[in-house]
């Protein structure tokens, strides 16, 4: 059609004129294979145009059109197609999962064609993952299939993929015979736009041959190409590059141009994207423009020391970490479901029932006495499908709802901002960035600002890393030389450039990249010469998280006219997990509870991700834990949820609305590959031993409508998820801010039950008796555990840490 021959010239706006002049037509005529081809196209167009989220829509409203009218190469097309756009958006496993789809469909219907783009596109993921072999492997095998269909398009972009591999191996010789087979290829077939891509890539390996001016050649005939056919994502890669080359070369004001005209483009394509999740995922692909933005700031401001580009670099870090979020605490507030057609609402609500749905069978199949290893394998790919569709649904709510269109994005805070809006004169910023030369801390202080080179990241993981297995490692965890030692290790590296600067001060960490594991309280710091270096943090500071600063500033926003709820505490606690508990059974005596408390074994606060420890094990310090809590509080101002009553019904029922403070103390789980299945566990079981739903999961939460000033995950590793790159932490903290808590009080890792238990009793002492903020308080707790023999490695007091508001 002529729609396509104009979308292959690059004139990407006339070609959707055509399309959308064809495809009334097609579906006037009842031509469903016509509209499906069409809807294909056009969501091609949109991914080549950079609108990744648009493209999605109309290959997902394709596939189905394809399949009712038996079109399996299209329907192979359209799932390559979509497999394509989850790769650029660095959802990688996602694209496999597509590609696997349509391969086998490419080879029944016999399109070689689309058999080899497949392959090609397999191994370009692989590629992507560092899988450097197994990519040449599926190139290998798309390379002759190109060669037999006559697909010389097809074979310049494999010639072209071939070559960036060799270049990634260190063969850059290779590398720049196979990008000269190539170019002349897209130059025959007019592909201007891969052929843009291919003279990047020759700039590329002049550039690490040290040829910069040859370098700088290729970018700029690229530069030209990519804004002709109005490739945006492609332009913002190749102005990346250009800086690069230029800092090499000494140019730094220059350097500085194009990386700023770069990151404006990724902005703008980022506010395209309506799905949180892709919208991050999106964002973890480039976060390494963002950090030569703020590498090249601090050099310029190592030269300019008085022209303000330390606070430039700051605002950049700011601006890089925790976008998602920020945007998400915006839509919090606003009734986004308003004005939605009841129809997709009520799809919305049937993928819930059907999550719901599925989770019970899991729990079904996980209770029985052989559970069967490849159902429960099916049953979690049909969980993933259904979570997957279900986010789906939540998209086109986004993008239908006129609330959510009339939000603003939500721009993070300036230096100025930060200081009136977040600080007082007793409070300092950490603003941490972790950098593959050179990492940077910036220290923020009411009045001021001042900032310290670090070194780079492969130092401070591996001393972080070395930090957080001296403290939870069972042998090591016990030796306080040990533990002092590694502190020293990783506090000589982050913390000591700034440590005259601290004081007594409450610190506000932002943490990056690893240190997003680490437990700052347990680090030690001397802060004057000759002083005992082996004093943690803890004692001079309270410590606060934050996922960005700007972060604070929109909590305070959506929670500054809300009217406090009027009861005081709300604790769900030791739930039943197994039809072989003895609530079940009868119940309790006064002996089951002693033995019960006096049986150690596994008094670990966490179920792993996998299915090994079911039934998890019951938490018998946790009742204890939630009676001594609640006799602080007035009956008649506390709600106790425990045994059958502590169930995923009662989190979700809306009653949790009516308490300032909202206490989970129960086992926890952090899925670090979908964070969305993380979630907290609640009673599996009714009082007659039938199995019922206990997984209270991430999209329970982000439903909650809460209204508290604290929520405590009393469970283990709660504060951890998915640390994606500029987003940080994805797990629970998020879901429970969004669901309108002010702060939460989490772990980071295994934690122990009674160290826990004993944890948390002086917590809320402190807090409801003594009357002292949660960060004061949970600083004095953990102060008078480490007094304690019991208790003093910071395996037991230092896990759980404040996130959000501090005041």
């Known amino acids: 059609s002529i729609g396509v021959v104009y979308s292959e010239l690059g004139e990407k706006q006339k070609a959707l004129e055509y399309y959308s002049q064809s495809l009334p037509l097609f579906r006037a005529t009842g031509d469903r294979r016509g509209e499906a081809v069409t809807l294909s196209n056009i969501g091609n167009v949109y991914s080549q145009l950079g609108e990744k989220q648009k493209a999605l829509e109309y290959?997902?409203?394709?596939l189905p059109l394809s399949r009712a009218v038996g079109n399996h190469s299209g329907e192979a097309v359209t799932l390559n197609n979509i497999g394509s756009v989850y790769s650029q958006l660095g959802e990688k496993q996602k694209a496999l999962e597509y590609y696997s789809q349509s391969l086998p469909m490419f080879r029944a219907t016999g399109n070689r064609r689309g058999e080899?783009?497949?392959?090609?596109?397999?191994?370009?993921?692989?590629?992507?993952?560092?899988?450097?072999?197994?990519?040449?492997?599926?190139?290998?095998?798309?390379?002759?299939?190109?060669?037999?269909?006559?697909?010389?398009?097809?074979?310049?972009?494999?010639?072209?993929?071939?070559?960036?591999?060799?270049s990634d191996l260190g063969e850059k010789q290779k590398a720049l015979e196979y990008y000269s087979q190539s170019l002349p290829l897209f130059r025959a077939t007019g592909d201007r736009r891969e052929e843009a891509a291919t003279l990047d890539n020759i700039g590329s390996v002049y550039a690490e041959l040290g040829e910069k001016q040859k370098a700088l050649e290729y970018y700029s005939q690229s530069l030209l190409l990519r804004r002709a056919v109005g490739d945006r994502s492609g332009e913002a890669l190749t102005l990346y590059n250009v800086a690069f080359v230029k800092r090499d070369r000494g140019n730094l004001t220059e350097a500085l141009n194009d990386i700023e005209a770069s990151l404006k483009i990724i902005e703008n394509l980022r506010t395209k994207i309506a799905s949180p999740?892709?919208?991050?995922?999106?964002?973890?692909?480039v976060q390494n423009y963002y950090e030569f933005y703020i590498d090249l700031l601090m050099q310029l401001h190592k030269t300019n020391p008085k022209s303000g580009y330390d606070t430039k670099a700051l605002e950049a870090s700011e601006r890089s970490r925790a976008r998602s979020l920020l945007e998400l605490l915006q839509e919090a507030n606003a009734n986004i479901r308003e004005g939605i057609s009841p129809d997709l609402l009520?799809?919305?609500?049937?993928?819930?029932?059907?999550?719901?749905?599925i989770e019970k069978q899991r729990i079904q199949e996980l209770s029985n006495l052989n559970p069967n290893p490849a159902k429960i394998n099916e049953i979690d790919k049909q969980r993933l499908a259904l979570l997957q569709q279900y986010q789906q649904i939540q998209t086109q709510i986004r993008s239908a709802s006129p609330r959510y269109a009339a939000l603003t994005q939500p721009q993070p805070l300036t230096l100025s901002e930060i200081q009136k809006k977040v600080l007082d004169e007793n409070t300092i910023l950490l603003q941490y960035a972790i950098g593959k030369d050179r990492s940077y801390l910036w220290v923020v202080t009411s009045t001021g600002l001042t900032s310290y080179e670090l070194p780079k990241r492969a130092d401070i993981e591996t001393a972080a890393k070395n930090f957080r297995d001296t403290v939870t490692n069972p042998r090591l965890r016990n030796v306080p030389q040990k533990v002092a030692e590694a502190s020293a290790n990783l506090s000589q590296l982050i913390l000591q450039p700034a440590a005259a600067q601290l004081g007594e001060k409450r610190l506000l960490i932002v943490p990056d990249g690893v240190l997003h594991y680490t437990p700052f309280p347990a680090l030690n710091i001397s802060q004057t010469a000759g002083q005992n270096p082996n004093i943690p943090l803890i004692t001079k500071h309270e410590i606060i998280i934050l996922p960005s600063a700007s972060t604070l500033g929109i909590l305070r926003q959506n929670y500054g006219d809300r009217k406090l709820p009027d009861r005081t505490l709300a604790i769900l606690a030791d739930p039943v997990f197994s039809p072989d508990d003895e609530r079940i059974k009868g119940k309790l005596t006064k002996e089951t509870t002693e033995k019960l408390e006096s049986n150690n074994l596994g008094l670990n606060r966490s179920l792993r991700a996998s299915n090994l420890g079911w039934p998890p094990s019951r938490l018998p310090f946790t009742r204890q834990e939630s009676q001594i809590i609640l006799s602080l509080v007035p009956s008649a101002s506390n709600s106790e949820k425990i045994d059958f009553s502590a169930t995923r019904t009662t989190a979700i029922d809306g009653s949790l609305a009516n308490y300032k403070i909202v206490h989970f103390a129960t086992h926890g789980i952090a899925n670090s590959q979908n964070p969305e299945l993380s979630g907290i566990l609640m009673s599996m079981v009714d009082d007659k031993g039938n199995p019922v739903n206990g997984f209270l999961r991430l999209n329970d939460i982000f439903n909650l409508k809460l209204s508290a000033n604290l929520v405590v995950l009393s469970a283990c590793q709660s504060g951890l998820g998915q640390n994606i790159k500029g987003e940080g932490m994805v797990g629970l903290t998020r879901g429970f801010m969004y669901a309108g808590a002010q702060r939460m009080a989490v772990s980071l890792w295994n934690v122990d039950d009674e160290g826990t238990s004993v944890l948390m009793q002086k917590f809320y002492q402190k807090m409801l008796q003594q009357k002292l903020a949660p960060a004061a308080a949970l600083r004095a707790a953990q102060m008078e555990m480490m007094q304690q023999e019991k208790w003093k490695s910071p395996y037991y007091w230092a896990a759980f840490t404040l996130q959000g508001e501090w005041k």
């Open 116 to 166: 080899a783009a497949t392959l090609g596109n397999i191994g370009s993921v692989y590629s992507d993952l560092g899988e450097q072999q197994k990519a040449l492997e599926y190139y290998s095998q798309s390379l002759p299939l190109f060669r037999a269909t006559g697909d010389r398009r097809g074979e310049a972009v494999t010639l072209n993929n071939i070559g960036s591999v060799y």
């Open 346 to 357: 009520q799809q919305e609500n049937r993928a819930k029932q059907q999550l719901d749905a």
């Open 277 to 285: 999740e892709l919208r991050s995922s999106y964002f973890a692909t």
């Open 59 to 62: 290959y997902s409203q394709s």
